[in-house]
């Protein structure tokens, strides 16, 4: 009799908990969505004015000038390339360190310096905005003594510092899942320390490798502060480093912080911006997604 | 017939930390013979086994004691000076669980080969043919030598993990329960591997398993709590042990 009445009170437990877990899963689905159908929505009132032919291809950017031009290619290349600038450094860089970590370093000190690495991902980006204006481009500037003082070069190198932790910590977790016997089935074939981690412990950590990768490409494209602190605030459509640009993410706090009044062409602007890197981030996380699963590795 | 040793261990006491797991062990291993080593979980038998290739190198804290001299040229291989390294090209190991690399059966084989900087396909190429012969697994292979290894069954990796070993020539074999994670057809095939294996290779063999002792084995060696109790031939330890207590663990009763 007891326990027939504790078993049902545990299964109503469960079933709400069920319930519990399930709605909250599908609020953050629910507002993935409406996010997306709002970025919708504000664009498409854009795209009865301008053109999508224009909106690809014209070469310049100037939607609140009074001679208009609605080209989204200046804002994607200083995108791409202050990402590109930031990647060179932190993909290298995080791999290199994750591999010292992981493989090399003893247990003491893997254990001090992770927390310590991490730490500079807590550090608010505009400090790291600041950090590359006051800094980093003077610093360049000793070498480059025509970089101006608004650049792409900098803003770069400052987004790919910020970025290291995410890469390196993520890839050490991946490189220490790699279970032992791995390794030592690589040493007992007589490999070397580096043999082993090159050969046998990154390809079998590749998923999280790549992951770690992703993430830290999903973060440069979405990062904003130090790029609008640093970068300059013109829409460049440039390959050269050493010149100021912008990038979508900038160009939306700009004119999030103006004040255009609603429904104009200017604020809708906005939201195609938004759009576009939605559409940037999400291509990259399928091309990543089906990586990872493609050289998923089971132990 | 003559025989000689290919390697002796003399004296040897090992600690990991402050802990001795083995204590003072002397065994003399014979050239192209099957050493079987048994006893009950924790004896020893696989820190001993690890001690020929110095696979505790890799963990801080351990620490050997004694001499194993390492035949025909009579060096001591536990002697600090004496590269891991290459002590481990001359050594090979199969472990409990098979542990493919993560890569195609082809470049398991080849690892070997790679990591000593042989870069020549045509050497690689007939190289891994003989291995995987040899090892009894080239007629299942042979149509996807470039899939992944991990895609085999778990005897075919085991029998993988022999051919990447046999690939790099070894003059020693170890193996550590080799078939304790496999089903009796995969046991057999892998128990006749090793008669054929002795015929170039000297090997020695850790197993938990009576049957397969006598059956492989020229030599056994008994292990009781960090110590060597009795070293005789197979078929002398199986039907006529000279120490109590390698009797009662052979015949089941304790262990
Ligand atoms: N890394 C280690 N650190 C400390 N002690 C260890 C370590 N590895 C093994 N030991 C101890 O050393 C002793 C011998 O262990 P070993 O693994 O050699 O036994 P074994 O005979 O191979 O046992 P099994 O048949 O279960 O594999 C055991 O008492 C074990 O607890
Ligand atoms: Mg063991």
Redesign the pocket.
Known sequence: MKTSYYRRIERFKDTCIRGILFSSALCSILITAAIVFVLFYESIPFFKSVSFKQFLFDKQWTPLFSDAHYGILPLICGTFLTTLIALILAIPLGTIMAIYLSEYASHKFRETLKPLLELLSAVPTVIYGYFALLFVTPLLQTILPSLSGFNVLGAGLTMGIMIIPYVSSLSEDAMHAVPMPLREGSYAMGATHFQTAIRVVIPAAFSGITSSYILAISRAIGETMVVAIAAGMQPNLTLNPLEPAQTLTAYIVQVSLGDLPHGTLGYQTIFVCGLTLFFITLCFNIVGHSLRKKFREVY | MVTTFKAQVQNLHFY??T?E??KNISISIQEKKVTA?I????????????CFNRMHDL?P??RYEGEITLYPEGKNILDPKVDPIELRMRIGMVF?KPNPFPKSIYENVAYGLRVRGITQKSIIGEKVEESLRYAALWDEVKDRLYHLASNLSGGQQQRLCIARTLAIDPEIILF??PTSALDPTATQKIEELMETLKEKYTIIT?T?NMQQAARVSDYTAF?Y??ELIEFDKTENIFTNPKVKKTEEYITGRFG
């Open positions: 990991y930390g802990v797991a083995l080593m006893g009950p979980s924790g004896c020893g038998k696989t820190t001993l086994l690890r963990y804290g351990n409990q550590d329960e850790v938990h292990f709590l960090g």
